[in-house]
């Protein structure tokens, strides 16, 4: 079983997850992809966040109708804040999965302020995505010398040490943004046609992101 993680704060998920996974999954022949909202993220700015059920709620609708989607409330039942080492932990203990993680290329070039950051690519395979302003090379070349050596080049893909790969996906997504969403929201514009309807229709019933 080929497993993708794609986890985020889902703050709200839109169509550029949704579409980036379903490039995922066709690309890199995975069986899923299993969608991790975080309960508290360590990297960003909390304030007026939904509750970490809200986003589980949203993520789970958005992904109600693609088969090849899930959805984990794994990261809402750890301590906060989330952690990716913890999550990668819980999902590579099962070792009937082959674990692709999903990172942006700006998360990769920041790798060095994620906890136990060298211990992450000894859990699961890495799938990056390129991101507006940073390709994979330049994220490459901002990581720290120590973890580059823990790779070798091997016919265009990385190999850890540890067995496991990183591979540079090519796959860009849609310039779909939650922090777009939310400022039109609070403003009482329209975001109809960047997030599923079904996950307007929640962020109305409960207020969400209003002014």
């Known amino acids: 079983m080929k497993t993708g993680i794609l986890g985020g704060t889902f703050n709200p998920p839109h169509f550029g997850h949704l579409r980036l996974a379903e490039e995922v999954v066709e690309n890199f022949h995975l069986d899923k992809i299993i969608f991790v909202p975080c309960h508290q993220p360590p990297h960003k700015d909390k304030t007026n966040m939904p509750t970490s059920q809200d986003r589980l709620t949203m993520t789970t609708l958005a992904c109600c109708d693609n088969p090849h989607f899930e959805v984990s409330d794994v990261e809402l ?110 403003l009482s514009l329209s975001a109809r046609y960047l997030t599923p309807d079904i996950v307007l229709d929640y962020i109305h019933e409960h207020n969400l992101y209003t002014g």
Do not use: C
């Open 77 to 186: 039942k750890f301590p906060a804040p989330s952690y990716t080492i913890n999550t990668l932990k819980y999902f590579s203990s099962d070792l009937s999965n082959q674990i692709y993680f999903i990172m942006g290329s700006d998360s990769l070039k920041d790798i060095q302020s994620w906890k136990s950051h060298e211990d992450l690519f000894s859990l699961a395979n890495f799938i990056i995505v390129d991101r507006p302003g940073i390709r994979f090379d330049q994220a490459w070349e901002r990581i720290p010398s120590k973890l580059q050596r823990k790779f070798r080049l091997d016919t265009g893909r990385l190999i850890h040490t540890s067995g496991t790969v990183l591979i540079s996906s090519g796959i860009k997504g849609l310039a779909i943004s939650s922090t777009e969403i939310r400022r039109l929201l609070k």
